[in-house]
């Protein structure tokens, strides 16, 4: 009977696989239109992570039917065989195998591929056909297994954080024998992941709540210190008029007045030292509650482990191989997210050590060292990352057949090659379809590996480096935040807006002065430690204003992705700050430049920067050749802006148009609803109106009534944006009064900015 470790991998296979079959699905069909390179390169990642999952867990059967979908795959990507309408007919077969498996509850799969194995051998005999002249098998029956109803269970949209008891398979005979738990008042529940989630939100508005209340701290003792100047001021008028000719009732009544202010006096200073102690009860709850809320997300690195050391085992068997395999850290806390993210990079890691790293006994007899090769695996916390490293005392990499194959793949010239350092030439690895191996086999040699780490943790923000020596062995070293929750990050100024970038994937930052800049072919760089490193105006990138600036220093932010890298030019750095993430409205689609959101402790909001699409972009500015230098007059602040108000009770919506019409040229208000919205009109005169439709108190139809029914008002062009295409929604609003009804993917079309030109022109 299968083990709860086993079962709780199996489910999380289950969920890997469901997803890697629809990809493959969708995938394969339009393979059988349009076969490009890219997409069959897709396909052949999607059955190449399911074989190394299915390997970690021991289901050959499997492993073996997406080997041959992947060579077939891997074939087509090469053009050595364009695929035909029954080679996708039999690939899709395959599939279903994955998606019926997907279906088939946990602690079932295995007898059901005990059933269904001898088909599902026949099955990739048949894919494998495609490569070669089919050899003669047994005929497949054209529907896929047929899958009883009583194995099928839908897999649960949540999360388990751990199993309950009464789930785990005891033997009778056992019942009694076991031991008692040494926490048997804990119990186990099942949360939702968005509930989970939610809950994340909420904790961390909370916390930003809770700190925002030290200003009113210090408003009650400026308060106090007023009342105390005109307490005082009245004192000495009350003494100054105690001689003099004033009818004893107004002397009787100033008196009592002023004991009435003592009395007050002794109530303000009661309610501050109240609200002092309040305010920091608060915030320590709150960070209670926050700290609560994270360790829910957090579970330890061995609930990640689970079939690594039988996948040593079993692959050094099969390579002719010993290793001493050991994992450290078992106990390190990791974010549930990350966790199962890791599953298939580790594998890859530990697969390319044994592969690649690790000697044959008779190799490492006769290089000197045990023939029991050593292989870690390894967790911890540093410096508020977490740190996760795999390594062995392998052969290491060969820095210069590296490099030789570098050249001989073409991604560089030869007297270009000879000046790379080390450093350099190990992150070739990371390239997708780079790969040192000769041979190609089941467990490497396609180049795909590496290239799934690298975009692995750097989607988490994280980086990777690697630490080789020839003939001592090799190291991986993970650098990843400990939760996608909170992200250390730095905040920055650009055009007057607070940014943030996250600080691992900020190599370092420098301050200098203009004239340390240098220019080669009308391109500005900065040299440090040897390397010319090009620098962009932040502006530029982020499409802002361009604004005069009299700040002597330069402040530059040197970011990179695996290939290039380059200086970002802000105004300032405002320090570092741990920001609780809060992920832009899934409506928006892809914001150019920013992964999502978050709030400071006064209540502000701040977007948090896309290194790589910020590399990307000043990879798209270079090639177009339109760069701005940096320094020196950044152009003439504009007289006079047109005004734009915003109407939307969403607060990332509203910071997201905002920032696209001020980034435009155009000065912004924004108003929380309806009714705050025709408030605003009335104090302040705007060209443009920009209102969501679903809102509290006054929808966005009722507000363009309101604005035509207003004769001073009534002219002013209205634009409706609303989150879906209804029909109904455009008639309405346009029968109000609206000049335009755009939907929020205007938002990354430039459809906003369009219409907004149309109706009052450039800013």
């Given at each position: 009977?299968?083990?709860?470790?086993?079962?709780?991998?199996?489910?999380?296979?289950?969920?890997?696989?469901?997803?890697?079959?629809?990809?493959?699905?969708?995938?394969?069909?339009?393979?059988?239109?349009?076969?490009?390179?890219?997409?069959i390169?897709?396909?052949?990642?999607?059955?190449?992570?399911?074989?190394?999952?299915?390997?970690?867990?021991?289901?050959?059967?499997?492993?073996?039917?997406?080997?041959?979908?992947?060579?077939?795959?891997?074939?087509a990507?090469?053009?050595?065989?364009?695929?035909?309408?029954?080679?996708?007919?039999?690939?899709?077969?395959?599939?279903?195998?994955?998606i019926?498996?997907?279906?088939?509850?946990?602690a079932?799969?295995?007898?059901?591929?005990?059933?269904?194995?001898?088909?599902?051998?026949?099955?990739?005999?048949?894919?494998?056909?495609?490569?070669?002249?089919?050899?003669?098998?047994?005929?497949?029956?054209?529907q896929?297994?047929?899958?009883?109803?009583?194995?099928i269970s839908?897999?649960?949209?949540?999360h388990?954080?751990?199993?309950?008891?009464?789930?785990?398979?005891?033997?009778?005979?056992?019942?009694?024998?076991a031991?008692?738990?040494?926490?048997?008042?804990?119990?186990?529940?099942?949360?939702?992941?968005?509930?989970?989630?939610?809950?994340?939100?909420?904790?961390?508005?909370?916390?930003?709540?809770?700190?925002?209340?030290?200003?009113?701290?210090?408003?009650?003792?400026?308060?106090?210190?007023?009342?105390?100047d005109?307490?005082?001021?009245?004192?000495?008028?009350?003494?100054?008029?105690?001689?003099?000719?004033?009818?004893?009732?107004?002397?009787?009544?100033?008196g009592?007045?002023?004991?009435?202010?003592?009395s007050?006096?002794?109530?303000?200073?009661?309610?501050?030292?109240?609200?002092?102690?309040?305010?920091?009860?608060?915030?320590?709850?709150?960070?209670?509650?926050?700290?609560?809320?994270?360790?829910?997300?957090?579970?330890?690195?061995?609930?990640?482990?689970?079939?690594?050391?039988?996948?040593?085992?079993?692959?050094?068997?099969?390579?002719?191989?010993?290793?001493?395999?050991?994992?450290?850290?078992?106990?390190?806390?990791?974010?549930?997210?990350?966790?199962?993210?890791?599953?298939?990079?580790?594998?890859?890691?530990?697969?390319?050590?044994?592969?690649?790293?690790?000697?044959?006994?008779?190799?490492?007899?006769?290089?000197?060292?045990?023939?029991?090769?050593?292989?870690?695996?390894?967790?911890?916390?540093?410096?508020?990352?977490?740190?996760?490293?795999?390594?062995?005392?392998?052969?290491?990499?060969?820095?210069?057949?590296?490099?030789?194959?570098?050249?001989?793949?073409?991604?560089?010239?030869?007297?270009?090659?000879?000046?790379?350092?080390?450093?350099?030439?190990?992150?070739?690895?990371?390239?997708?379809?780079?790969?040192?191996?000769?041979?190609?086999?089941?467990?490497?040699?396609?180049?795909?590996?590496?290239?799934?780490?690298?975009?692995?943790?750097?989607?988490?923000?994280?980086?990777?480096?690697?630490?080789?020596?020839?003939?001592?062995?090799?190291?991986?070293?993970?650098?990843?935040?400990?939760?996608?929750?909170?992200?250390?990050?730095?905040?920055?100024?650009?055009?007057?807006?607070?940014?943030?970038?996250?600080?691992?994937?900020?190599?370092?930052?420098?301050?200098?002065?203009?004239?340390?800049?240098?220019?080669?072919?009308d391109?500005?760089?900065?040299?440090?430690?040897?390397?010319?490193?090009?620098?962009?105006?932040?502006?530029?990138?982020?499409?802002?204003?361009?604004?005069?600036?009299?700040?002597?220093?330069?402040?530059?932010?040197?970011?990179?992705?695996?290939?290039?890298?380059?200086?970002?030019?802000?105004?300032?750095?405002?320090?570092?700050?741990?920001?609780?993430?809060?992920?832009?409205?899934?409506?928006?689609?892809?914001?150019?430049?920013?992964?999502?959101?978050?709030?400071l402790?006064?209540?502000?909001?701040?977007?948090?920067?896309?290194?790589?699409?910020?590399?990307?972009?000043?990879?798209?500015?270079?090639?177009?050749?339109?760069?701005?230098?940096?320094?020196?007059?950044?152009?003439l602040?504009?007289?006079?802006?047109?005004?734009?108000?915003?109407?939307?009770?969403?607060?990332?919506?509203?910071?997201?148009?905002?920032?696209?019409?001020?980034?435009?040229?155009?000065?912004?208000?924004?108003?929380?609803?309806?009714?705050?919205?025709?408030?605003?009109?009335?104090?302040?005169?705007?060209?443009?109106?920009?209102?969501?439709?679903?809102?509290?108190?006054?929808?966005?139809?009722?507000?363009?009534?309101?604005?035509?029914?207003?004769?001073?008002?009534?002219?002013?062009?209205?634009?409706?944006?609303?989150?879906?295409?209804?029909?109904?929604?455009?008639?309405?609003?346009?029968?109000?009064?609206?000049?335009?009804?755009?939907?929020?993917?205007?938002?990354?079309?430039?459809?906003?900015?369009?219409?907004?030109?149309?109706?009052?022109?450039?800013?």
């Amino acid at each position: 009977m299968a083990d709860m470790a086993d079962l709780s991998m199996l489910e999380l296979f289950r969920i890997e696989l469901e997803n890697y079959s629809n990809l493959l699905e969708s995938g394969l069909v339009d393979a059988e239109k349009s076969s490009d390179v890219e997409s069959i390169e897709t396909l052949m990642r999607a059955a190449h992570s399911i074989k190394g999952a299915a390997s970690l867990l021991g289901l050959d059967v499997i492993v073996k039917l997406a080997h041959a979908m992947e060579d077939v795959l891997s074939a087509a990507r090469q053009g050595k065989l364009r695929l035909s309408s029954d080679d996708i007919d039999k690939l899709l077969k395959g599939n279903d195998i994955f998606i019926n498996l997907s279906k088939v509850d946990s602690a079932s799969i295995q007898g059901w591929l005990a059933e269904q194995g001898p088909s599902i051998e026949d099955l990739g005999k048949i894919i494998r056909s495609i490569l070669s002249p089919p050899p003669v098998v047994k005929d497949v029956p054209e529907q896929p297994p047929v899958i009883k109803e009583k194995e099928i269970s839908k897999p649960p949209d949540v999360h388990e954080i751990a199993p309950k008891q009464s789930d785990i398979p005891v033997k009778k005979d056992e019942t009694l024998k076991a031991k008692p738990s040494e926490k048997e008042d804990e119990s186990f529940v099942r949360v939702v992941s968005e509930s989970l989630n939610r809950l994340m939100g909420f904790a961390g508005e909370c916390l930003v709540q809770a700190k925002s209340a030290k200003p009113f701290s210090v408003s009650l003792l400026k308060m106090k210190d007023y009342f105390m100047d005109v307490y005082s001021n009245l004192e000495n008028i009350y003494y100054y008029t105690k001689g003099k000719d004033i009818p004893r009732e107004i002397q009787e009544r100033f008196g009592e007045s002023l004991k009435h202010l003592d009395s007050l006096l002794e109530l303000i200073s009661g309610h501050i030292v109240d609200f002092e102690l309040f305010s920091r009860n608060l915030e320590h709850l709150a960070d209670k509650l926050y700290g609560e809320a994270i360790a829910i997300r957090m579970r330890p690195f061995s609930d990640g482990l689970y079939g690594f050391p039988r996948m040593v085992r079993d692959l050094a068997k099969v390579l002719g191989k010993k290793v001493d395999f050991q994992i450290i850290g078992e106990t390190t806390k990791i974010d549930r997210d990350i966790l199962e993210k890791m599953e298939s990079p580790l594998t890859h890691l530990l697969r390319n050590a044994l592969d690649h790293g690790i000697e044959t006994p008779e190799e490492r007899l006769a290089a000197g060292k045990k023939e029991q090769g050593l292989l870690i695996l390894e967790a911890r916390h540093s410096s508020g990352m977490l740190h996760i490293t795999v390594s062995d005392d392998g052969r290491g990499i060969d820095i210069e057949k590296l490099r030789s194959k570098i050249v001989e793949k073409g991604h560089c010239a030869p007297d270009i090659a000879r000046d790379l350092t080390d450093e350099e030439l190990l992150n070739f690895l990371f390239l997708p379809g780079f790969s040192t191996a000769g041979d190609v086999t089941e467990v490497s040699g396609r180049g795909v590996g590496l290239d799934v780490v690298l975009t692995m943790v750097q989607g988490v923000g994280g980086s990777v480096r690697v630490e080789t020596k020839k003939g001592s062995g090799t190291s991986f070293h993970l650098q990843l935040p400990l939760t996608l929750s909170v992200l250390k990050t730095l905040l920055v100024e650009i055009g007057g807006e607070t940014y943030a970038i996250p600080l691992a994937r900020i190599d370092f930052v420098i301050v200098t002065s203009q004239n340390r800049l240098k220019i080669l072919e009308d391109k500005q760089f900065y040299t440090f430690e040897n390397e010319n490193i090009g620098i962009i105006d932040a502006h530029q990138v982020l499409r802002l204003p361009l604004i005069d600036s009299d700040n002597e220093d330069i402040h530059i932010v040197v970011i990179s992705d695996r290939i290039n890298r380059y200086g970002l030019v802000v105004e300032r750095f405002l320090g570092e700050k741990e920001l609780v993430v809060i992920p832009l409205d899934v409506r928006l689609g892809k914001v150019p430049n920013i992964s999502a959101g978050a709030v400071l402790e006064d209540g502000s909001p701040v977007l948090i920067l896309d290194v790589d699409d910020l590399v990307r972009s000043i990879d798209n500015l270079l090639n177009v050749g339109r760069l701005k230098k940096v320094g020196g007059s950044r152009g003439l602040k504009e007289a006079k802006k047109k005004h734009i108000l915003v109407v939307d009770d969403s607060l990332t919506v509203r910071e997201v148009e905002r920032r696209l019409l001020e980034n435009a040229g155009y000065d912004v208000k924004v108003a929380v609803d309806g009714v705050d919205g025709f408030n605003t009109l009335q104090l302040d005169r705007f060209d443009l109106v920009v209102s969501d439709i679903d809102m509290p108190r006054m929808n966005g139809i009722d507000l363009v009534k309101k604005i035509r029914s207003d004769p001073n008002l009534k002219e002013i062009p209205i634009i409706i944006v609303s989150y879906k295409e209804r029909a109904e929604d455009r008639l309405k609003g346009l029968e109000a009064g609206a000049n335009y009804y755009l939907t929020k993917s205007s938002f990354h079309d430039e459809g906003l900015i369009n219409a907004v030109q149309d109706l009052i022109g450039a800013p």
